[in-house]
């Protein structure tokens, strides 16, 4: 039983119950989990007479208010008029149509289930790899005048932006170099001439989605000393 002092979630269960009194049912998705499917989830819902809403996280708390009851409302009434597996079943139909339209480009390494990953490392999603600084650790040679890292608080490393296609490969290669010391900046060339082959001549884990292998983009970041 709600409060009559909880006024919050009042208004947003009057709001809800006007909403569907004229016809409108309301899917509501927290933007802060990214859907990677979203314009296939919205074209399904559509077609049962549902809008699709992104849900925005409120971070204020105001004692004895609660939030989200209009979601929370419309995600009721909509399993009690279509069953309670029938959002799951609409996400799951969704991101398989989303994978099927766009197998032969590039997805963006995030919204993969598995991110392309070094060979030997464990599938894990990480823009940092162990192995791969372990590897440039081992062939690295400092010039005479490069300028050491005081602590941990300075700045010294580079992310590299790269390709990993299906088969393992990596290509197109870029990066972004961060230096405290300025003076570092005029050795990037020959930080690029040790990462390039590192990363080009390699056979990468590529990344998956829906336990399919897939074209990706990847973004790795490689500490300096």
């Known amino acids: 039983m709600i409060s ?10 009057d709001k809800a119950k006007k909403d569907i009194a004229a016809g409108h049912l309301v899917y509501c998705h927290p933007i802060i989990n990214r859907l990677r499917c979203e314009k296939e989830m919205r074209l399904l819902l559509l077609k049962f007479g549902i809008s699709f809403k992104p849900e925005f996280p409120n971070c204020i708390v105001v004692k004895g208010q609660t939030k989200y009851c209009y979601c929370d409302y419309m995600d009721e009434q909509i399993k009690i008029k279509y069953g309670n597996n029938f959002l799951d079943s609409m996400l799951n139909i969704a991101d ?42 081992n062939i690295v040679k400092y010039p005479e005048d490069y300028t050491m890292k005081e ?30 010391y300025e003076e570092n900046k005029k050795y990037e060339p020959y930080f690029e001439s040790v990462i390039g082959p590192l990363i080009n001549n390699i056979k990468w884990a590529s990344a998956v989605i829906r336990n399919q292998k897939v074209n990706s983009s990847m973004i790795l970041r490689i500490e300096f000393e």
């Open 96 to 137: 398989s149509l989303y994978v099927f339209r766009n197998l032969l480009d590039t997805f963006y390494y995030a919204d993969c289930d598995t991110w392309p990953h070094y060979p030997g490392e464990r599938r894990g999603n990480n823009e940092f790899s162990g192995y791969l600084q372990a590897d440039f650790n």
């Open 4 to 13: 009559k002092s909880d006024t919050t979630c009042l208004k947003d269960l």
């Open 151 to 180: 602590n941990r608080d300075t700045a010294a490393f580079v992310d590299i932006e790269f390709i990993v296609n299906k088969e393992g490969k990596a290509s197109d290669l870029s990066y972004d170099f961060v230096f405290n």
